[in-house]
């Protein structure tokens, strides 16, 4: 039965170890989905009871059915619903009446068919919430657990056990993989088919799954995250303990909006799945190959201790190969200590290669292939191992298995994989590789991607624990914030004046660009007096946004004459350009000497809140796109940093061809305190400050332009 856990999330493991289940539309057609469902069930080997729900039938499959839950002879814990739509809503309150807390709603015609079936499953939801029931789908193919054992689903088979857990928010994706795993002897613990996510969503899941002490890693296909934030909240602490490797498809149209920042336009949906998944430990893969890939290699082989590859071949080509897709997969190519390249060159032959990748060369037998590899195995610089088999006549693929097989054993810590390239003639030595727990794949960037899959979760599972602690600043001035806010939305605008920006920026002490709004010509010559010239000058008004466009700005300004002059050219060419215009002034502002031009910004994402950004700024930051990301809601001192030296504005930022290194620590203040303002004023949809000028260490840096936007 369900229960609250400690920690407040619900236990599923009435819905995967049920003591009784139902199942509400049991047929005795076999054409027909509520048969397979039943059939499913007790072919699984389900040990608990099963009642058939049939209003017409005494017998169903050798089991007595029921016409109705009320007529069942125990408890239900599990319901397994496949009756047509509109006989849902009396089988549920049927349900919630006699106790039922677990539910698969295979129906469909749902919120998958549009705006009627939306508010379908609105009413289906409240119903469920209304008697504490947990459902999944609806519109799925239902759940297999092998362990328990029970195929509560309509799927053709059943999954062999095993240590994976499968969500699957596509059926067909559901359908298609556990068809594969038969062919290829995976195991399963889980297979979960999410169908809508009315009620339970892919969180809920994966919290079941590392729950649940067989499922070793976690795989997820999806379409969408339902909660990013609830996401963010579970599976940060799980990722580090339990793998979870996601395949996220299609990008997401309700994260996209009219990109009114450069922030925005380079803040895709996807770039926030991206950078959420990071975060969370998530290992992303990008095709169907390579989730379950990963999944091998976390099933099958221990965590590296670091990323430092070696690589054993007899052909320089794939080696070469392999040894590419190390390095494009962020890993090392391990450096061989002098002892084993000394006794490699005393063992092969001198045509051989003693430097990692070793190559053992074309005419190798089993036995020169088992010295090198036994060798580089037990180098202490290298982490994992990946042996590589081309197939000549002279060698037997077989024994070359054999070898790594027994070898393997005296370094059990260390990952190995295998890539045996060729068809029919290496399909035996695969098989026994894979028989003995080693992956081998046909491929050699298939390998290197399982083992940077594996040095990947190392190093994050390697960190210290994530502190999910929002930064907070104490000298800022949240009133004067909030007021500068509050006035904006009473002028119903959503985007800030200029002057409003840098007074926002400076609330929070980051240093914008001294500059004051100017009513007439005598303002602003008293405010350029005060800065120091030269200055610049800019129209101020909510009507026009690009101002450069008329001449609404003038730069480097150097006497009182010429400040006089421009102010009133200015505000000339904006009556002429728009004659309708409200005009509130011109904005003197100091010039400033320049700095490296870097980017800071936030924009929102509809599933994961606001994303910060860091980069190269300037006009050509589109261009460039030399940018990184974090979550603001989780942005610690750490990750700032990180994202900062993620960037190659860093290496212009420490110094670059003699460079004074310049203020990185007021760098990092400044993307700390955009942070902390961005999540104490959710409001804020999107913000720029474009460029920020860094200059020397100690001298701080300047916010020159600043672009802020409210929510609609
Ligand atoms: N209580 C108990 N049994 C009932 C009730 C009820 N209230 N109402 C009907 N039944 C019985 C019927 O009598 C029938 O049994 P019978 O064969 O003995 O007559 C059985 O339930 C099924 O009812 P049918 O009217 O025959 O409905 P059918 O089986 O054709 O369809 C189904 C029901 C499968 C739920 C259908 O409505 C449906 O939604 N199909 C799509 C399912 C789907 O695709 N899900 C998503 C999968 S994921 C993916 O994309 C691959």
Not at 405 to 413: F, G, K, L, S, T
Request: contains cysteine; proline residues 5%; hydrophobic residues 45%.
């Amino acid at each position: 039965m369900a229960q609250a856990s400690q920690s407040g999330s619900v236990d599923l493991r009435g819905m995967f170890a049920p003591q009784a289940v139902a199942v509400v539309g049991a047929s005795r057609s076999p054409g027909k989905i509520g048969y397979s469902i039943l059939k499913n069930i007790i072919d699984s080997g389900y040990r608990g009871a099963v009642y058939p729900i049939n209003p017409r039938e005494e017998e169903i499959l050798g089991r007595r059915a029921f016409p109705s839950l009320a007529s069942c002879p125990g408890p239900v814990d599990l319901a397994v619903v496949a009756v047509p739509t509109a006989a849902v809503p009396a089988v549920i309150d049927d349900c919630g009446v006699h106790g039922v807390r677990h539910l698969v709603v295979i129906t469909a015609g749902y919120k998958e068919v549009g705006k009627e079936g939306l508010a379908r499953e609105k009413d289906l939801l409240a119903m469920v919430r209304r008697y504490g029931m947990k459902m999944l789908g609806p519109n799925c193919l239902g759940l297999i657990d092998t362990h328990t054992p029970l195929n509560a689903s309509f799927a053709a088979g059943f999954p062999l056990k095993g240590e994976i857990a499968f969500l699957s928010q596509s059926g067909a994706v559901f359908a298609a993989i556990l068809d594969w795993s038969l062919s290829v002897g995976l195991g399963f613990s889980k297979f979960v088919s999410l169908g809508n996510k009315a009620e339970l969503t892919e969180v809920d899941f994966i919290r079941e799954a590392a729950a649940d002490g067989y499922s070793k890693v976690i795989l997820c296909y999806v379409e969408d995250v339902v909660d990013g934030q609830a996401f963010m909240n579970t599976v940060a602490g799980i990722g580090s303990k339990t793998p979870i490797v996601i395949l996220k498809a299609g990008a997401s149209q309700a994260g996209a909006r009219a990109a009114s920042s450069h922030t925005g336009a380079l803040a895709g949906s996807d770039v926030a799945y991206d950078v959420a998944f990071r975060q969370a430990g998530v290992l992303r893969a990008r095709t169907m190959e390579e989730l379950f890939d990963l999944a091998i290699a976390f099933t099958t082989q221990p965590l590296p201790a670091g990323d430092r590859v070696a690589i054993v071949t007899n052909s320089g080509g794939p080696g070469i190969i392999a040894t590419d897709a190390v390095e494009a997969r962020g890993m090392k190519m391990a450096e061989l200590a002098r002892e084993t390249v000394e006794r490699l060159r005393q063992g092969l032959p001198p045509t051989a290669s003693f430097y990692n990748p070793v190559d053992v060369i074309g005419d190798a037998d089993d036995r020169r292939y088992d010295f090198a590899f036994s060798q580089v195995l037990a180098d202490p610089g290298v982490d994992s191992v990946l042996c590589m088999l081309t197939r000549p006549a002279v060698i037997d693929p077989l024994l070359v298995a054999r070898a790594i097989i027994v070898r393997r054993r005296e370094h059990p810590a260390k990952p190995v994989v295998a890539a045996f390239l060729g068809g029919d003639t290496v399909t035996a030595a695969t098989r026994e590789l894979i028989a003995a727990g080693i992956p081998c794949f046909n491929f050699p960037e298939r390998a290197v991607t399982a083992l940077s899959g594996l040095a990947r979760f190392q190093a994050f599972n390697g960190r210290a624990p994530r502190t999910a602690k929002p930064i907070t600043i104490e000298d800022v001035d949240r009133e004067r914030a909030g007021a500068i806010l509050r006035r904006v939305r009473e002028d119903r605008r959503t985007v800030l004046l200029s002057d409003e920006s840098a007074e926002l920026m400076q609330t929070y002490g980051i240093p914008v660009v001294p500059s004051g709004l100017a009513a007439g010509s005598e303002q602003a010559l008293a405010f350029a007096e005060q800065f120091g010239y030269p200055v610049a000058l800019k129209i101020v008004s909510p009507q026009i946004l690009h101002k450069t466009d008329f001449g609404g700005v003038r730069l480097n300004l150097k006497t009182p004459s010429e400040v006089t002059d421009a102010f009133f050219d200015i505000i000339d060419s904006a009556r002429r350009y728009q004659p309708r215009a409200a005009i509130h002034g011109v904005e003197v502002q100091k010039m400033m000497r320049p700095g490296i031009e870097l980017i800071v910004g936030v924009s929102k994402d509809v599933h994961f809140g606001s994303l910060l950004m860091f980069g190269l700024g300037g006009i050509y930051v589109n261009l460039l796109k030399d940018v990184s990301f974090r979550l603001a809601s989780r942005a610690t001192w750490e990750e700032i940093e990180a994202m900062v030296s993620e960037t190659k504005a860093y290496a212009l930022l420490r110094g670059y061809r003699g460079k004074p290194p310049a203020d990185v620590d007021a760098v990092i203040d400044v993307l700390g305190r955009v942070a902390a303002l961005v999540q104490e004023f959710p409001s804020i949809a999107e913000l720029d400050i474009n460029p920020l000028f860094a200059y020397e260490r100690g001298e701080g840096v300047c916010a020159l332009d600043v672009k802020v936007t409210l929510n609609d």
